[in-house]
């Protein structure tokens, strides 16, 4: 869990969540307001692209629905929004996190690159990650907010955790598993679009149970 490539990804999201918290009292309004509608069409696009990749787009939508009700049981979105009000600045705090951690962590190169490191201590995808990953949480934090540190965490505890069990979570390597986890992690980073735009108050963080549940539904859909 405490592989150098894991702690070094994580540390490269504080480094360019610090640069992007510095630069962000730069920006003038006018600039602020055009990033932060490039962010919300960019990130709109990514979730397009993401969706598309999707495999079984019933098992996809059964994982959203089982996760959203749990989500909305747990009541996870206002949560986070709990802890950023612990923050001085916490204006757009959910908004931020769950863009910069679903980002970050919904693609191959996270699920390949850890799985990698706990079977082969083969570390390339990770450290390739980590300078895309320094380089958004930059971008992310100078227009969205301080969640993006936060996201750091996140980084730590997935990436680490996959190093950790990786000789059991192999079979998340197929296509069809990773094909199915992007596409659900698609939907859910164009729902942060739309709501980075204001075009709708999409409670994104009530689904993310949708991604521990996905694989586990692919996992059941082939024993049958």
Known sequence: MFHYAVLLNALGVLIGASVGFLFKRKIPQRLH????????LTT??????????????????LALVAGGIIG???????RIEGIGKKF??????????????LLFLVGPMTIVGSINIGLTGNADLILVKTVLDTVSATVLTA???TGVFLSAVSVFLVQGLLVVFAKNLTFLTGDA???DFVGTG???????????LKLKEVKVGN???????????DWLKNLF
Not at 44 to 61: A, K, P, S, W, Y
Not at 186 to 196: K, P, S, T
Not at 207 to 217: K, N, Y
């Open 143 to 145: 227009t969205l907010g």
């Open 88 to 101: 001085s600045n916490s204006q757009g705090f959910a908004e931020s996190f769950l863009t910069s951690s």
């Open 44 to 61: 709109m696009g990514i979730g397009i692209r993401m969706v598309t990749q999707g495999d079984d787009f019933l098992m996809i939508l």
């Open 177 to 179: 598993f990773i094909s």
């Open 33 to 40: 307001d055009i990033l932060f509608t490039v962010i919300g």
């Open 186 to 196: 698609g939907v859910m980073i164009l729902g942060l679009g739309i709501r980075i």
């Open 72 to 78: 909305e049981l747990f009541r996870i979105e206002d």
């Open 207 to 217: 689904l993310l149970p949708a991604l521990v549940l996905i694989p586990i539904f």
